[in-house]
Nanobody, 125 residues
Framework: QVQLVESGGGLVQAGGSLRLSCAAS????????MGWFRQAPGKEREFAAA????????YYADSVKGRFTISRDNAKNTVYLQMNSLKPEDTAVYYC??????????????????WGQGTQVTVSS
């Protein structure tokens, strides 16, 4: 079992920055690819960023590439999402997720089997 708890969300002005954290329980956390997804009001959940477990390879949605950075600290069982140059369209609930059945990075939500409760990010114009 893996439990994920996000933190770091909040209200920020356009152009500002936030860093989200996702604390994971479980001894095997370091072996799981991890991802960040987001869901805006009235929209479907969408992929934002993912990171592999072994070499920490990363992948980003086009909408956040160059502005967001995903990273992980396996010693602290934590994944981060550094968000810079935030835009009002980044407003959403952000979820971290773990893909315990995968050995490679994935952007598909259905391949993630553990999810956090989400943290709200609101970007004002």
């Amino acid at each position: 079992q893996v439990q994920l708890v996000e933190s770091g969300g909040g209200l920020v002005q356009a152009g500002g920055s936030l860093r989200l954290s996702c604390a994971a329980s479980g001894r095997t956390f370091s072996f799981y690819p991890m991802g960040w997804f987001r869901q805006a009001p009235g929209k479907e959940r969408e992929f934002a960023a993912a990171i592999g477990w072994r070499y920490s390879s990363t992948y980003y949605a086009d909408s956040v590439k160059g502005r967001f950075t995903i990273s992980r600290d396996n010693a602290k069982n934590t994944v981060y999402l550094q968000m810079n140059s935030l835009k009002p369209e980044d407003t959403a609930v952000y979820y971290c997720a773990a893909a315990s059945g995968k050995r490679t990075i994935t952007i598909r939500a259905y391949e993630y089997d553990y999810w956090g409760q989400g943290t709200q990010v609101t970007v004002s114009s």
